[in-house]
């Protein structure tokens, strides 16, 4: 059974930080390019970053988050993970995890608000 699991989330002051975690089963994590996603109230969701599945191609940041997120993968835990620093009120949103071209049913996410 497919399944992702989000976590890590919750409020934090403009500036702070937050790790999301994202733990995965049900496929095979090793193979495939994952991506953190993110969708605010009244918008679309976005891919925010994206992890490759070979250590030599660089991941990819959306232009608003580069040099403030940085994107990881554990293939031995099937796990991914999201260290967000610098955060901004317009980084609100509910975060979630997929495969990033063959995207499969999502799961929860993790709900992310930045604050004052």
């Known amino acids: 059974q497919v399944q992702f699991v989000e976590s890590g989330g919750g409020l934090v002051q403009p500036g702070g930080s937050l790790r999301l975690a994202c733990e995965t089963s049900?496929?095979?994590?090793?193979?495939?390019?994952m991506a953190w996603y993110r969708q605010a109230p009244g918008k679309q969701r976005e891919v925010v970053a994206t992890?490759?599945?070979?250590?030599?191609?660089?991941?990819e940041y959306m232009s608003s988050v580069k040099g403030r997120f940085i994107i990881s993968r554990d293939d031995a835990k099937n796990s991914m993970y999201l260290q967000m620093n610098s955060l901004k009120p317009e980084d609100t949103a509910v975060y979630y995890c997929?495969?990033?071209?063959?995207?499969?049913?999502w799961g929860q996410g993790t709900q992310v608000t930045v604050s004052s």
């Open positions: 992890i490759f599945s070979t250590v030599n191609e660089q991941p």
């Open positions: 997929n495969r990033r071209f063959t995207p499969l049913p």
């Open positions: 049900g496929f095979t994590f090793n193979h495939y390019v």
